[in-house]
């Protein structure tokens, strides 16, 4: 076996054109690398005599909740996706359907080879290691998928964003955040729990509607400066006078909920504050993203987004049972709410760090390839003939409704993780949730957009694309 070429860097820097808005590509590159990072020394793992325990450093250090605020800022990623699919939807000579699926073919490619890869190894792993062990670690293994689905329903919904900010800039921004504060109240000052899985959505749409005032200069200089700090104070309101908690990633001890799962207002304000601050630094971030280690860089992690997305969390649930089976655990102390970080714990970190990243590199660097290749069946091109009227909105219709089906399914299995896989049933609001009932509702969706996005090739061009699936896409085709 042949290890396949590495991701061709060089030549898509190369082939940047001179007018393209850099910007862009260094917010998703720099949002990617701050997950990535933050997931792999912020996690606190200690083994009991029955398995591992997790915490986290928020648990522990309160200055951490106040420094999530610096760190949360995933939600640059959409507000760049937001301003990037509006371009992609304005300049498109492509029925919806059709362009809906080639944003969701290169999306979900990646999902469907770590899914075949991940759900049966996950199952083999959950018979043959005790349960203590597997539950927890695997339970990690799709929590990231969140990301995907609702990403792929923020891209269905493109026209709307699109047509709202035609209407008026505003429009989009103010009518969504009235619903989160809407869903918000239901949630917590009426208690409806299960309604605050709107936010999956609402939230990450509002993020990916600044996208378009980013785009169009209206959060420039002082109006976005204005934008950060408005939003900024309304947090500091909310977290002093209401129930809402200071961390911007996860539930701290002694909270009631967190701010991320489901995204509450005061995500959705940061998200606000996060576009305003990019807009006030957007000169700055432009002369940046145009020196030439700082571009190679941002354009390395963005060929691989996806490939290094998924697969930075099992390469960390790996490491971590492999060090407990070298006796290499970093130390921890036990405190009433479980492992704490112990004598030079934080050493410890770097030097694990330092080797995590090294096998997330050599990974990626095996499995970039199904990102911007082609997947056998799955990938056909985008249909580019438009059928009559009352056909086409029939197909947007399928197009729109397999993305929500993608959606759902994803953020099910992101709740239910892969342990004991087949078998397992969770329980969420009363209702059974499996990973298979999941990976069955992802599979519906994608097949109903590629049946109504995708072009019916003819045997000789499906011949011509499995001969392709062995060669890359380059970047520039993507």
Same mark, same amino acid.
């Given at each position: ?5 590495? %991701?061709?860097?060089a030549r =898509?820097?190369? /082939?940047?054109? &001179?007018?393209?808005? +850099?910007?862009? !590509? *260094?917010?998703? $590159? @720099? ?9 792999s ?10 398995g ?22 995933? %939600?640059?990623?959409?507000? =760049?996706?937001? /301003?990037?699919? &509006?371009?992609?939807? +304005?300049?498109? !000579? *492509?029925?919806? $359907? @059709? ?17 075949l ?16 062990w ?10 990231l998928?969140?990301?995907v ?10 026209p ?17 955040l009235?619903?989160?504060?809407v ?6 000052g ?7 899985l709107l ?17 169009d200069?209206?959060?420039a ?22 129930p809402?908690p ?30 305003g601050?990019a ?7 432009a002369?940046?993203?145009?020196r ?10 963005n ?14 649930i790996t ?13 921890v ?79 099910m299995?992101?709740?239910t993780g892969?342990?004991?896989?087949p078998?397992?049933v ?5 209702l059974?949730?499996s ?10 969706g ?5 049946a ?18 062995a060669?890359?896409a ?5």
């Amino acid at each position: 076996m042949r290890l396949p070429p590495p %991701p061709p860097v060089a030549r =898509a820097v190369a /082939a940047t054109p &001179a007018d393209r808005d +850099r910007v862009l !590509d *260094l917010l998703r $590159a @720099g949002a990617l690398a701050v997950v990535v990072l933050g997931h792999s020394s912020m996690g606190v793992i200690g083994w009991d005599d029955e398995g591992p325990v997790i915490t986290t450093a928020l648990d522990f250090y309160p200055w951490t909740s106040w420094a999530t605020w610096l760190l949360q800022i995933m %939600p640059l990623f959409f507000v =760049a996706g937001g /301003a990037a699919n &509006a371009r992609s939807w +304005r300049t498109s !000579d *492509l029925p919806y $359907a @059709g362009w809906l699926w080639r944003r969701v073919a290169r999306l979900m490619r990646p999902v469907w080879v770590y899914l075949l890869v991940m759900a049966p190894l996950s199952g083999l792993v959950s018979v043959v290691a005790p349960t203590a062990w597997s539950e927890p670690l695997l339970g990690l293994a799709t929590q990231l998928l969140w990301f995907v689905g609702v990403y792929v329903v923020v891209c269905a919904l493109t026209p709307l964003t699109v047509r709202a900010h035609r209407v008026h800039p505003l429009l989009g921004p103010i009518a969504l955040l009235a619903a989160v504060v809407v869903v918000d109240w239901l949630r917590i000052g009426v208690g409806i729990a299960p309604i605050g899985l709107l936010t999956f959505v609402l939230t990450w749409a509002f993020a990916a509607q600044l996208g378009l005032l980013l785009d169009d200069g209206l959060l420039a200089a002082w109006r976005g400066l204005g934008t950060a700090l408005t939003a900024m104070a309304l947090n500091l309101a909310l977290i002093a006078l209401g129930p809402y908690p200071i961390s911007m990633v996860g539930g701290s001890p002694g909270e009631r909920f967190s701010n991320m799962a489901p995204p509450s207002l005061v995500l959705t304000l940061h998200a606000l504050a996060l576009a305003g601050l990019a807009g006030a630094a957007r000169p700055a971030l432009a002369r940046l993203a145009r020196r030439p280690r700082v571009w190679w860089a941002a354009t390395a992690v963005n060929l691989t987004a996806m490939t290094l997305y998924l697969w930075h969390l099992p390469v960390l649930i790996t490491l971590v049972a492999a060090t407990h089976l070298l006796g290499l655990d970093r130390p921890v102390t036990w405190t009433a709410d479980g492992p704490a970080p112990g004598p030079g714990y934080w050493w410890w970190t770097l030097a694990f760090l330092a080797v995590d990243l090294a096998c997330v590199v050599a990974v990626v660097r095996v499995l970039w390839v199904v990102e911007v290749g082609r997947l056998p069946w799955w990938d056909v091109p985008a249909r580019v003939d438009r059928r009559a009227p009352e056909r086409e909105r029939g197909a947007s219709a399928c197009a729109g409704a397999g993305a929500g089906l993608i959606g759902v399914g994803t953020l099910m299995l992101a709740a239910t993780g892969l342990s004991g896989f087949p078998t397992r049933v969770t329980s969420f609001a009363g209702l059974p949730l499996s990973a298979p009932a999941a990976i069955t509702l992802m599979v519906l969706g994608g097949l109903l957009v590629r049946a109504v996005g995708g072009a019916r090739a003819s045997r000789g061009e499906r011949a011509a694309a499995q001969l392709r699936t062995a060669t890359p896409a380059s970047p520039e085709q993507e």
